[in-house]
C-alpha cells in the first residue's frame, strides 16, 4: 500500500453475497454464548440481544453455541440445544434479526472430550494429549453424530436460518479430529494425514448439504489454538491448511471462519497473512477473519489473567481495510467488542470510535466451557 494513502474503511460497509445470501455490510457477531437458555432454548432476552445486534448493523448474526441433536453431544446445564423441542425458540431469534435487517446462522455443537461426566465421545478418547477422557467413538457411532448435526442443520432451514456454521475449532469434538494430537485413530479418519483427519467433518458438511439443498449456507469454523494448547497446529504448513480447505470446499462448505486470538499475526514466518488469508489462497472460498477486533487482549487472557481490554479500534479498522482491499479475507467476526456495545458497528461505520463502549470481562457472565480443564492444560496458572 502507499503509505501516503489513508485506509479506507467503506470496504467494510459494502454488501457481500455468498451461495446467493446477501449481506448488507462484512460484518458478523460470532458465536459466543450468553447463559440465556432455558432447558437448552433460547429465551426471549436472547431474541431481543441478537436483533440488538442487528439494529446496530451487524449484517450476520451467528448464534451460540448449540449442541446437535444427539444425546452425547453435551451435559453443560446453561448450553443452548437444537432440536424438535428447541425449534421454535430459535425461530424467534431468527424473526428477530431479520425484521432488524440482519441475516441469522445457527452453530451446530458438540464438545466431545471436553464434556466431563465421564461420557465423552471423541475421536480417540483424548481431550488433549496426555488427557484422556471418555472413549473413541465406534464408526456406528460417528454415522448417528452425523445424522444429529444434519437433523439440527434441517431444523435451521425449516425455520427460516440462512445456513448454519459447523463449529470445528478451539478443542471440541470436530477439531479433536483435525488436531493430530487428538486424533490417533488409524481407521482411515484419524492419524498423520490431514485427508484422514478431516474426512469425519468433511462427511458431517456433505451430510447437511445432502438435507438442505444447494442453497442453504454452510460456514465452518476453525482454529490452529485450542483452549489447552495455544500452540497447536491443525494445519503444520501452508500445503496442509490448503487441502484441508479444499476437502471441505469439495464436501460443501460456503464459507470458512478462521478463528484466531489476534487476527492481526501472521500465521506463518516470512508472509504477513493471517490464517484467514492463507485459507483463502489455499482454499477457494470466503473466509470470516476474527480475533480481539477493537481490543488489545485476547479472550484467553481476558479468562485466564483477569484483565480488562483496552480499547484498539482504530488501528484495528484501518489494518482491517488494508487486508480486505488486498483480498486476504471478506468479513470480519466481531465478539466481545459487541457483547460491549451493540452499537459498534454503526459507529465504527460513522467514524465515531470514542463513542464505542469498551467490552470488560464483567459483560461475559456465565463461561462457555469449564475452565478447570483450560487449568489444568496450563498447569493451573
Avoid at 431481543?48 to 453443560?76: F, N
Avoid at 490431514?194 to 439443498?213: K, L, M, N, T, W
Avoid at 477493537?294 to 481495510?321: H, N, S, Y
Avoid at 470510535?353 to 456465565?366: E, M, Q, S, V
Wanted: net charge negative; hydrophobic share 40%; with cysteine.
Amino acid at each position: 500500500m502507499d503509505q501516503m494513502t489513508p485506509p479506507d474503511p467503506s470496504i467494510l460497509f459494502t454488501p457481500v453475497t455468498i451461495n446467493g445470501t446477501t449481506f448488507r455490510n462484512r460484518w458478523v457477531m460470532p458465536a459466543m454464548q450468553r447463559g440465556m437458555c432455558e432447558n437448552g432454548a433460547p429465551s426471549a432476552e436472547l431474541a431481543a440481544y441478537y436483533r440488538r445486534r442487528a439494529q446496530g448493523g451487524t449484517a450476520l448474526v451467528i448464534g451460540e453455541s448449540a449442541a446437535i441433536d444427539h444425546p452425547s453431544a453435551t451435559v453443560q446445564p446453561t448450553s443452548a440445544h437444537i432440536n424438535a423441542a428447541t425449534g421454535d425458540a430459535w425461530a424467534r431469534c431468527v424473526d428477530e434479526v431479520q425484521a432488524a435487517g440482519g441475516e441469522m446462522m445457527l452453530q451446530l455443537w458438540h464438545e466431545g472430550a471436553m464434556r466431563t461426566d465421564g461420557q465423552a465421545l471423541s475421536p480417540s478418547g483424548l481431550a488433549h494429549p496426555g488427557k484422556q477422557s471418555g472413549r473413541a467413538a465406534t464408526l456406528d457411532e460417528l454415522a448417528e453424530i452425523r445424522d444429529g448435526f444434519a437433523r439440527s442443520a434441517r431444523i435451521a432451514k425449516d425455520i427460516g436460518a440462512c445456513g448454519v456454521e459447523v463449529h470445528a475449532a478451539h478443542g471440541y469434538f470436530l477439531d479433536q479430529f483435525l488436531w493430530h494430537g487428538s486424533n490417533i485413530r488409524d481407521d482411515g479418519y484419524g492419524g498423520p494425514l490431514i485427508a484422514h483427519r478431516a474426512r469425519f467433518p468433511a462427511e458431517i458438511v456433505a451430510a447437511i448439504r445432502a438435507e438442505c439443498g444447494p442453497d442453504f449456507l454452510i460456514s465452518l469454523r476453525f482454529s490452529q489454538w485450542k483452549e489447552v494448547d495455544y500452540e497447536a497446529k491443525v494445519a503444520p504448513s501452508p500445503d496442509e491448511l490448503a487441502e484441508m480447505a479444499t476437502i471441505f470446499r469439495q464436501a460443501g462448505v460456503d464459507v470458512l471462519h478462521a478463528s484466531t486470538r489476534r487476527f492481526w499475526e501472521a500465521e506463518w514466518a516470512g508472509d504477513g497473512r493471517n490464517l484467514a488469508g492463507w485459507t483463502k489462497a489455499g482454499g477457494g472460498l470466503p473466509v470470516i477473519t476474527v480475533g480481539s477486533v477493537g481490543l488489545d487482549t485476547d479472550v484467553m487472557d481476558v479468562f485466564r489473567k483477569q484483565v480488562d481490554p483496552q480499547p484498539r479500534v482504530k488501528l484495528a479498522i484501518d489494518e482491517l481495510a488494508v487486508r480486505m482491499a488486498a483480498g486476504e479475507f471478506d468479513m470480519v467476526a466481531v465478539g466481545r467488542a459487541l457483547i460491549g456495545d451493540p452499537d459498534f458497528v454503526a459507529k465504527v461505520e460513522a467514524g465515531d470510535y470514542k463513542a464505542i463502549r469498551t467490552f470488560r470481562r464483567d459483560d461475559l457472565g456465565k463461561l462457555e466451557w469449564d475452565l478447570s480443564i483450560v487449568e489444568e492444560a496450563h498447569g493451573g496458572h
